[in-house]
């Protein structure tokens, strides 16, 4: 407790220019975002089939992929751009303290004197951000839907649907985000300078809340959930669940179809009652021993302890974070270098904190990857040694195929961006020799 309080107080430094820091903290992430994916975009002009995927992938399809891939990309370096344009703003023309105070003035002109307070300044605040936040946002998302996605024959989404699951989301954030956000500041105010440990328990404790509380109250309210019916796919995945004493409660099918024609399958729930959700585009487009295969692939994630062990480096993160948030949350000069030279509101503190944590971050991605990675690796092995290496190798080909996913990708984007190895090193890793994807 003696080394962060004496950190806190090297910190504090009247007249240090935090503002300068963090706007550059945010230009070298976007610089160095823009130049990876600049090197991203010269590799999908290129026109020749990778060598690793002659005779597997159709000349006709990997072009489609790299036109695909060129306007996602294009429309990245619009919207990362656009990012970065209305973060420096914000920064620069203090729009934070602004906004802080535009919402002070509501709730002490609005609110009952009993929820005058800072607490529920705060929850204003949250919902006004996040609300100003997607309506600025909203433009690039329509665009996205309905010319990206609609471009390439893989947007199933009215106009109307989307509109309604924008409203849906902006509902939740509020309604779930609000008495989260008042549980995170009543327990900074009740444990002072020790809170970060209550704070990680009680972050810890939401989660778990959410793991359970999805799929029951918020998965239905976008897609509609039902069992998979008898047959002779639900024969082979109860037998795989069951082979793997996986701890399988329900079996269910999910209407992505409605919304978009990619396609996934995973699974949820808490360690002792889990539940699969696939697709109804992959039992679509699949074979069922390709299906059984990618559940395979996934379980093999639960086997081999992936989801436990990626859940641990999370909460040592979160534990982390919130001990270094004890660090800055009474840094003075923080708050006055962005304009609140009367209050430290907890909230802002915490908004400020993350934008000084870019570096860090850009680095724990880097290693989170590389470690997702490996595992995605470990997860194929264990596919194969239930001996589903063909079906598993032809169910990437046409997941890549179906998704128009990256064929091929430079190496140092890849490493940054990307959690799943692209299908060139997941084949040779498979050691596939096998047909064209159909």
């Known amino acids: 407790m003696d080394m962060l309080r004496n950190l806190a107080q090297f910190l504090d430094r009247p007249g240090f220019p935090w503002k300068t820091l963090i706007i550059g903290f945010s230009a070298g992430q ?73 919402t002070g003035l509501w709730v002490a002109a609005n609110a009952p004197a009993r929820f005058s307070g800072a607490l529920s300044h705060s929850i204003v605040f949250f919902v006004a951000f996040t609300l100003a936040s997607n309506v600025v946002n909203l433009p690039l998302q329509y665009y996205k839907n309905f010319v990206l996605e609609e471009k390439f024959g893989f947007n199933k989404q009215t106009k109307s649907l989307f509109f309604v699951d924008t409203i849906k989301t902006q509902f939740l954030i509020v309604a779930l985000g609000s008495p989260i956000l008042a549980g995170f500041l009543k327990i900074i105010n009740m444990f002072g300078n020790n809170f970060f440990y209550y704070v990680w328990l009680f972050t810890l404790g939401v989660q778990t809340f959410m793991i359970t509380a999805y799929p029951i109250f918020i998965l239905p309210m976008f897609n509609k959930l039902t ?89 040592a993160y979160c534990f982390w974070l919130f001990t270094m948030f004890s660090v800055f949350i009474n840094n003075k000069s923080l708050y006055a270098s962005f304009g609140f030279h009367d209050s430290m509101p907890t909230l802002i503190g915490f908004l400020l904190f993350n934008d000084i944590l870019t570096p860090v971050d850009t680095v724990l991605k880097l290693l989170m990857n590389v470690m997702s990675r490996k595992f995605e690796y470990e997860a194929d092995a264990f596919a194969v040694g239930l001996g589903y290496n063909d079906e598993l190798a032809k169910s990437l080909i046409k997941l890549q195929v179906q998704n128009l996913s990256t064929m091929d990708a430079d190496s140092l984007y890849s490493a940054y961006h990307y959690t799943h190895p692209i299908l060139p090193e997941r084949l040779r890793a498979l050691g596939w020799k096998g047909d064209k994807a159909q």
Do not use: C, M
């Open 30 to 102: 976007y610089l160095l975002e823009t130049w990876l994916s600049y090197r991203q975009h010269k590799k999908l002009q290129e026109t020749k089939v990778p060598k690793a995927l002659e005779g597997v992938v159709e000349k006709e399809v990997y072009d489609k992929s790299q036109a695909y891939g060129r306007a996602k990309s294009n429309f990245s370096f619009v919207t990362s751009l656009f990012g970065q344009a209305i973060n420096i703003a914000t920064i620069h023309y203090d729009i934070l303290p602004k906004l802080w105070g535009i």
């Open 227 to 315: 069992p998979l019916e008898d047959g002779k796919l639900k024969t082979e995945v109860e037998a795989l669940a069951a082979k793997l004493n996986f701890p399988l409660k329900h079996l269910y099918v999910i209407d992505g179809s409605k919304r978009s024609a990619h396609s996934n399958a995973y699974f949820y729930g808490l360690p002792w009652s889990k539940h699969i959700v696939i697709f109804d585009t992959l039992i679509e487009k699949s074979e069922i021993s390709e299906v059984v295969a990618v559940l395979a692939h996934e379980l093999g994630h639960w086997k081999e302890g992936h989801t436990t062990k990626q859940f641990g480096v999370s909460q």
